[in-house]
């Protein structure tokens, strides 16, 4: 009990039927309650007995036999005062017979819960049939209303605002049960979670918690699937992005598209694409499973759960065979491009019987192929240029001073040696188009902000190349004689 005075305590005594100066009477026996082992019954009255004593320097107002003669209440009713010296007082308050207690609570029905379902986010939300008892308030990370829905292998619980269930998992659902103020859960609860009897375990009379393990989910089966946008419609289709692939059902991702020559001959070239699909969580490509791609059935290569691998041709009317390299082989990426750029012109071997596809190209290589794929046009400027290597007697002198004409360069000291990257390229060949609004690239390496971001958004959207994976683009990295013959071949075409 709680003393608003002080310049009085609680008497300290405490004993088998006395704790901290209270006593509790049975008037139907007029005896002492025991501590810790009577309990309150229905249809009894009951006082209780409260011993204060004065703390020092002060005493309780006494009548002529030395016996306090105060008032004093407890709970904020007035009681009877009671003492045998001016230092001891006992407030005594006499409480009506109690009713009969409420019957313990027995069963609790559960409703309104959505089951499980595959990359579904935990519903935390359900019905409790009992007035008398609700779910716990706690909320957390892992908890929502009193409601957790945990791994059962591991015992961790998903996350409330990211969770989802996974196939071939166990998961299990928790609640914490409470029991209103005045009601208590029987030993022997029973829970039903939607019609199914849950494990209970009885915590307390005013708690419990209730668990429901659900059989592991299994992963939806995928029979067949339809792409479109595979074939360009171009007499080279290796510039499709497999990001403009369209796939049904929906969810299906194409994780990589690959071309390459399959076979050449004086007429045609059959292209072969290497097709990757990724199911979506939760789904699985069945063993038999069948694709078509732009309406021509696909060679499915493998299935394995969630990925399946297919093989696509098509045929096209080859150019003519120009010249031939030793190091370019007629089923390479870049050989039509070669081809091209050869008997264009534009370019020529290293050697006689060699291209050297894989040498990286500088700023005068680059411009000079550019300027010769355009016709040669003669500047009509004098040099800008402050830097002592573009002198007239150098083959690629011409190029510099037009690409400075036409708005390509704008650094008067550009070293024409200095490497080329793959942003310097897209850069030159989207300026020399107009500088068109292309939005932003999609590449974690390409940066909104970046001076090439638009050049690379460019390129992207007008097949003149693709990043080198699915996330970058690496605008840092050199050219190669190879990739430039193969982006002009692409941007010209």
């Known amino acids: 009990a709680d003393i608003v005075d002080g310049r009085y305590t609680l008497r300290s005594g405490s004993g088998a039927r006395e704790k901290n100066g209270i006593t509790w009477i049975n008037n139907q026996t007029g005896s002492a309650m025991r501590v810790g082992a009577d309990k309150f019954e229905a249809g009894i009255s009951y006082s209780v007995v409260v011993g204060v004593t004065a703390k020092d320097g002060y005493s309780f107002h006494t009548d002529l036999l030395n016996a306090p003669q105060i008032t004093g209440s407890i709970n904020g009713e007035l009681v009877d005062v009671s003492g045998q010296d001016e230092y001891n007082a006992y407030l005594t308050l006499t409480f009506d017979a109690l009713s009969e207690a409420p019957a313990a609570i027995s069963t609790v029905d559960i409703t309104n819960l959505d089951l499980p379902a595959l990359g579904a986010k935990p519903d935390y939300e359900a019905t409790v049939e009992d007035s008398r008892v609700t779910l716990s308030g706690s909320s957390g990370l892992r908890e929502k209303n009193g409601i957790r829905w945990l791994e059962s292998e591991s015992g961790d619980a998903l996350l409330v605002a990211s969770g989802v269930f996974e196939a071939d998992v166990l998961y299990e659902v928790e609640f914490t049960l409470k029991a209103a103020a005045g009601q208590r859960f029987a030993e022997d609860l029973k829970v039903s979670v939607v019609g199914v009897p849950a494990l209970v375990t009885v915590k307390s009379e005013s708690e419990a918690v209730a668990t429901l393990p659900f059989s592991a989910l299994e992963k939806n089966v995928i029979s067949s699937a339809t792409l479109t946008g595979v074939d360009n419609g171009k007499e080279d289709p290796t510039g499709t992005d497999a990001g403009k692939v369209k796939v049904s059902p929906e969810g299906i991702v194409v994780k990589q598209l690959n071309w390459v020559v399959d076979d050449a001959a004086a007429d045609t070239v059959v292209f072969e694409a290497s097709i990757v699909l990724t199911a979506p969580a939760g789904s699985r490509f069945g063993e038999n499973f069948k694709a078509t791609v732009d309406g021509k059935a696909a060679t499915v290569v493998s299935v394995e759960d969630g990925e399946a691998v297919l093989s696509f041709g098509i045929t096209r009317k080859a150019e003519p065979i120009v010249v031939s390299f030793v190091d370019v082989a007629a089923n390479a990426w870049y050989y039509q491009p070669v081809q091209w750029a050869v008997s ?146 692409r941007y010209l075409k």
Not at 397 to 419: C, M
């Open 344 to 489: 264009g012109g534009i370019t020529q071997g290293t050697a006689a019987d060699t291209f050297s596809p894989d040498m990286t190209c500088s700023q005068a290589h680059i411009l000079t192929f550019l300027w010769r794929a355009v016709g040669k046009p003669a500047p009509t400027i004098a040099s800008p240029y402050s830097n002592a290597a573009v002198v007239e007697t150098e083959y690629f002198y011409s190029a510099f001073v037009w690409a400075w004409e036409k708005g390509l360069i704008s650094n008067t000291a550009l070293d024409p040696h200095a490497p080329c990257s793959r942003s310097d390229v897209v850069s030159y060949l989207w300026k020399l188009d107009g500088s068109p609004a292309a939005g932003n690239a999609s590449f974690d390496d390409v940066p909104a902000s970046a001076a090439y971001a638009q050049a690379v958004a460019w390129a992207v959207a007008n097949e003149v190349t693709a990043g080198t994976s699915d996330t970058t683009f690496s605008p840092d990295a050199t050219c190669t004689r190879g990739q430039i013959v193969t982006f002009l071949w």
